[in-house]
T-cell receptor
Framework: RKEVEQDPGPFNVPEGATVAFNCTYS??????FFWYRQDCRKEPKLLMS???SGNEDGRFTAQLNRASQYISLLIRDSKLSDSATYLC????????????FGAGTRLFVKA | NAGVTQTPKFQVLKTGQSMTLQCAQD?????MYWYRQDPGMGLRLIYY???????DKGEVPNGYNVSRLNKREFSLRLESAAPSQTSVYFC??????????????FGAGTRLSVL
């Protein structure tokens, strides 16, 4: 089992749609969580951190469920510019620091 | 506002050739990383450096060496390139304090082809 698993997609949605991505992690020692965005042929960039209480940034909402060991990202009112790959990232602290990236979920938003 | 700078952006090598990928960051971060990204595989850690003078192997270190020259610079060397090392290579850095703790910032990547 991969340490961080994401649905690879692709998700094809029309503009204005709401889309949700899920990510599961296997190590209960996971400490901090992030969503990154990667555009085609570009580097990954931080989209948002994920807090235990859930957090929102404009059209984006991130949730963390520690008991079930999953993280979600909700995008409301999708825009064409949201088309990208979304990476789930988990940081562990198991004596040595370790960051694990999910393989990513591709999103295509169509007009 | 450079952040993380990688050179070169593109490189084509023949099997057996050697080369060094350069990375520098201007954010005063202690930690630096080298990843490779292959289609469908996500980012895989090659080596990382938690501080100047220290380096540790990641998930896929075979065929690579690294040098943490100083706090700013972290280079990745391929001693004898193989076609299996064709990939996109990303350097990243992260701080260890404050609200940005453990957030990694990436360079633009190096696209390497080994023929």
């Amino acid at each position: 089992r991969k340490e961080v698993e994401q649905d690879p997609g692709p998700f094809n949605v029309p503009e204005g749609a709401t889309v949700a991505f899920n990510c599961t992690y296997s190590n209960s020692a996971s400490q901090s969580f992030f969503w990154y965005r990667q555009d085609c042929r570009k580097e990954p960039k931080l989209l948002m951190s994920v807090y235990s209480s859930g957090n929102e940034d404009g059209r984006f909402t991130a949730q963390l469920n520690r008991a079930s060991q999953y993280i979600s990202l909700l995008i409301r009112d999708s825009k064409l510019s949201d088309s990208a790959t979304y990476l789930c990232v988990v940081n562990l602290n198991t004596g040595g620091f370790k960051t694990i990236f999910g393989a990513g979920t591709r999103l295509f938003v169509k007009a | 506002n450079a952040g993380v700078t990688q050179t070169p952006k593109f490189q084509v090598l023949k099997t057996g050739q050697s080369m060094t990928l350069q990375c520098a960051q201007d954010m005063n971060h202690n930690s630096m990383y080298w990843y490779r990204q292959d289609p469908g595989m996500g980012l895989r850690l090659i080596y990382y450096s938690a501080s100047e003078g220290t380096t540790d192997k990641g998930e896929v270190p075979n065929g690579y060496n690294v040098s943490r020259l100083n706090k700013r610079e972290f280079s990745l060397r391929l001693e004898s390139a193989a076609p299996s090392q064709t990939s996109v290579y990303f350097c990243a850095s992260s701080g260890d304090r404050g609200p940005a703790k453990n957030i990694q910032y990436f360079g633009a990547g190096t696209r390497l082809s080994v023929l």
